[in-house]
């Protein structure tokens, strides 16, 4: 007996109820994109493996246990990206975009990453993000910030979410924290987490966001990386903080917010929430200003944000995703009808109205089903409505109906 077909763990199958949210969210990031400036770019879900092993660091949790990583038949080593940061860094690279800096680019698609699934947590996963190249300001962090809770409120979240910042500083700055913080942490060694303790030869800074809550209590009293902060840092922070205050967004800071992955600087941020149990962060992201020079291109400056679409769709509203356009069902009533009722269809379509044309079952079970998809009128036709060039329409929310002309049906409902 074969054994019964199934997703792969931690995938899923996106079914119409729920590709629905995925649309709306997409459809959301995409619009307000354009509000402030950003133009769609959309890279392969896969690379070779060195644009996020040496981008993201080998010591990150993502590359060490996370990477779906392949020999080809090439015996090239693959990746499917974990991310959408690196490949975009990558394709500005591989085709020369420095030219055209600055440049403002919005992104959607799926990403792959071996985690232990739980709620809101895939192995194939979808993200929307941003990403702004070429403006060093501070002002761009502000902006990216703005654009990102615009989105999350376009979603009715709102209410549902709070920001948390922090500043990682300039190498400078980390190198001095640093040592401060191994210094520190060297004499706490046998009673860190085996995770934190490779974490502290390789990145010590994980340690500061580690969930172990042993490892909490002591990274508590840890050197402040704020207090190793230089003049250009605090300085650069103080202007991102001020310019939320000026536009009224409001944020905690949050000094042990430190971002898994090795290419931020200065700015980082999550949006987060207590809504969706340990999975808190919904949106994420930071500046970097050394990534793409490290991938070999020129010195070019970089913040973003990515959010997951499978947490938003489990925060946002059903409300959000009733139909704005008036559905019409077709309903022939009689036989001998259905090619009148075909031909209707087609010309409400080309006039760019939703149509539902419905074919099987007797009268009851064609309203019945025009009222289960939503339908807001009904167009009954039957054979007196076929001897007088008519059609009967049925208002399905009122209940009220009249008849109307055939050749008017366009007319009326431009008119609703």
Same mark, same amino acid.
């Given at each position: 007996?074969?054994?019964?077909?199934?997703?792969?763990?931690?995938?899923?199958?996106?079914?119409?109820?729920?590709?629905?949210?995925?649309?709306?969210?997409?459809?959301?990031?995409?619009?307000?994109?354009?509000?402030?400036?950003?133009?769609?770019?959309?890279?392969?879900?896969?690379?070779?493996?060195?644009?996020?092993?040496?981008?993201?660091?080998?010591?990150?949790?993502?590359?060490?246990?996370?990477?779906?990583?392949?020999?080809?038949?090439?015996?090239?080593?693959?990746?499917?990206?974990?991310?959408?940061?690196?490949?975009?860094?990558?394709?500005?690279?591989?085709?020369?975009?420095?030219?055209?800096?600055?440049?403002?680019?919005?992104?959607?698609?799926?990403?792959?990453?071996?985690?232990?699934?739980?709620?809101?947590?895939?192995?194939?996963?979808?993200?929307?993000?941003?990403?702004?190249?070429?403006?060093?300001?501070?002002?761009?962090?502000?902006?990216?910030?703005?654009?990102?809770?615009?989105?999350?409120?376009?979603?009715?979240?709102?209410?549902?979410?709070?920001?948390?910042?922090?500043?990682?500083?300039?190498?400078?700055?980390?190198?001095?924290?640093?040592?401060?913080?191994?210094?520190?942490?060297?004499?706490?060694?046998?009673?860190?987490?085996?995770?934190?303790?490779? $974490? &502290?030869?390789?990145?010590?800074?994980?340690? /500061?966001?580690? *969930?172990?809550?042993?490892?909490?209590? @002591? #990274?508590? %009293?840890?050197?402040?990386?704020?207090?190793?902060?230089?003049?250009?840092?605090?300085?650069?922070?103080?202007?991102?903080?001020?310019?939320?205050?000026?536009?009224?967004?409001?944020?905690?800071?949050?000094?042990?917010?430190?971002?898994?992955?090795?290419?931020?600087?200065?700015?980082?941020?999550?949006?987060?929430?207590?809504?969706?149990?340990?999975?808190?962060?919904?949106?994420?992201?930071?500046?970097?200003?050394?990534?793409?020079?490290?991938?070999?291109?020129?010195?070019?400056?970089?913040?973003?944000?990515?959010?997951?679409?499978? $947490? &938003?769709?489990?925060?946002?509203?059903?409300? /959000?995703?009733? *139909?704005?356009?008036?559905?019409?069902? @077709? #309903?022939? %009533?009689?036989?001998?009808?259905?090619?009148?009722?075909?031909?209707?269809?087609?010309?409400?379509?080309?006039?760019?109205?939703?149509?539902?044309?419905?074919?099987?079952?007797?009268?009851?079970?064609?309203?019945?089903?025009?009222?289960?998809?939503?339908?807001?009128?009904?167009?009954?036709?039957?054979?007196?409505?076929?001897?007088?060039?008519?059609?009967?329409?049925?208002?399905?929310?009122?209940?009220?109906?009249?008849?109307?002309?055939?050749?008017?049906?366009?007319?009326?409902?431009?008119?609703?």
């Amino acid at each position: 007996m074969s054994q019964k077909l199934q997703p792969v763990r931690g995938t899923q199958d996106l079914l119409p109820e729920l590709t629905r949210r995925f649309r709306f969210i997409e459809e959301t990031a995409w619009r307000i994109s354009q509000l402030y400036g950003y133009e769609e770019i959309a890279t392969p879900i896969f690379e070779f493996s060195d644009v996020f092993h040496r981008t993201l660091g080998e010591s990150s949790d993502m590359v060490s246990k996370e990477t779906y990583t392949f020999l080809d038949r090439g015996g090239d080593s693959i990746t499917l990206r974990p991310e959408g940061t690196a490949g975009i860094a990558r394709a500005f690279v591989s085709n020369g975009l420095a030219q055209n800096l600055p440049l403002k680019l919005y992104y959607s698609g799926p990403m792959f990453r071996y985690e232990r699934p739980q709620k809101g947590r895939y192995r194939q996963f979808h993200q929307v993000g941003v990403e702004c190249l070429g403006l060093e300001a501070p002002v761009a962090d502000v902006e990216c910030l703005a654009y990102a809770h615009q989105f999350l409120s376009a979603l009715g979240l709102q209410d549902k979410i709070k920001l948390e910042i922090n500043t990682l500083g300039d190498p400078e700055s980390r190198a001095k924290h640093r040592e401060l913080l191994v210094d520190y942490l060297q004499d706490f060694t046998s009673q860190l987490s085996p995770e934190s303790q490779l $974490r &502290l030869q390789k990145n010590p800074l994980r340690i /500061l966001d580690s *969930k172990n809550e042993g490892d909490k209590k @002591i #990274v508590a %009293a840890a050197p402040s990386l704020r207090s190793c902060l230089n003049q250009f840092s605090m300085d650069f922070f103080g202007k991102v903080l001020e310019g939320l205050q000026q536009i009224g967004l409001t944020y905690n800071l949050n000094d042990h917010l430190v971002r898994g992955i090795d290419y931020y600087t200065h700015t980082v941020f999550e949006y987060t929430t207590e809504h969706l149990g340990s999975q808190s962060a919904v949106l994420a992201g930071g500046r970097y200003d050394g990534l793409i020079e490290q991938m070999g291109g020129p010195k070019t400056s970089g913040v973003g944000w990515a959010s997951g679409v499978e $947490r &938003l769709a489990l925060l946002m509203s059903e409300d /959000l995703l009733v *139909k704005k356009s008036k559905l019409i069902a @077709i #309903v022939p %009533a009689e036989d001998g009808t259905e090619s009148r009722c075909l031909q209707l269809s087609q010309n409400l379509r080309a006039h760019d109205f939703q149509t539902e044309l419905l074919q099987s079952g007797n009268m009851g079970k064609k309203m019945k089903r025009a009222d289960k998809i939503g339908a807001h009128y009904a167009v009954i036709i039957g054979s007196a409505e076929m001897q007088n060039n008519s059609a009967t329409i049925k208002n399905l929310k009122t209940g009220a109906q009249e008849l109307v002309p055939m050749l008017n049906l366009i007319e009326y409902f431009q008119k609703k």
